[in-house]
DNA sequence: AAATTTTAGTTGTTCAGTTAACTAATCATA
DNA sequence: TATGATTAGTTAACTGAACAACTAAAATTT
């Protein structure tokens, strides 16, 4: 793919913002997965967003996660089919309320989370070199505001 | 999906910033997208995203758009696939070089021009409505370091 | 209590991104 | 000029996003 990313060369052509946030993602997710990968970890960017909340906090529903990664209900089903076919994760049934799912860690996932965090977190430092924190807290507040006008 | 837009959650999990501007350019992307059915045209984002650059500049090869786009070759090869089929544009051979092909936009696709671009303008006002000038430049600056920082 | 509505999750289809392997044409070079 | 490397584009497999339609189990209403 190409990444050059000098997005000044949209002189005459002002109507992709959009597509340049959306690459700038697709950049730092892409990324993420390659460091995965290259330290042998089979982990999707998109499984370690779910992840990183059970990791929090283990035992959530489906619909619970759903929410924290706003991703739609399919995405997350098949998200955590992936996941417990590689036995990262396995889904149990809700005490209560039979239409629910319970989602818990496996142990083999447990073991792989420092190393994980590890290289989430040296991908994103990576990503940021010469932002400052104020820098970044505005370009969060702004992905804000975008999304919430679009709502 | 889930589009609520409070990125505060994360007070204790930081490694999300790829998954926050991921998720806000699809968003993005998704209700350009959405407009554009809603007024009856089914081109995707990602298609117009290709056909900006052809409406700035019609006979371009695969490869330049694959630059212009940032996106790789598979990638544009299946949306000018999509494309074609649905009769928005043309391919033909390169006269010198056997190798390329050259993206013609047929009339059907130059008759809705200006109403597709009509649709991305608002919708991209609407998206950085309360957001001035100077903070989309600064946005998009920052988003040039992050792809830079990434290369 | 029965009927209706809402909620949790799944399935199917279409589209696009990522990676790898591939074909065919051109370019470089020895 | 013949060989090897590069370039343009395609194909295939896997993953996830968007949207719609669906099942089954609550929750609500009447």
Known sequence: MNRQADFSKNKKIAHLLGHYINDTGRNMVRTLQQNFRKAGYGVTAEQWFVLVWLFDK??????ELCDLTYKDKPSIT????????????????HPADGRSKII????KCKEIERPLLEI????QLAAIKG???????????M?????NNLL
């Open 131 to 141: 932002l400052s924190k104020m820098e970044i807290a505005e370009c969060k507040r």
């Open 104 to 107: 818990y860690l496996t142990e």
């Open 120 to 123: 989430a977190d040296q991908t």
């Open 78 to 93: 098949r998200i955590l089919n992936n996941l417990e076919k590689t036995k990262l994760i396995i889904r149990t049934e």
């Open 58 to 63: 283990d035992g959530r529903t489906q619909q």
């Open 143 to 147: 992905l804000g505001i975008i999304t």
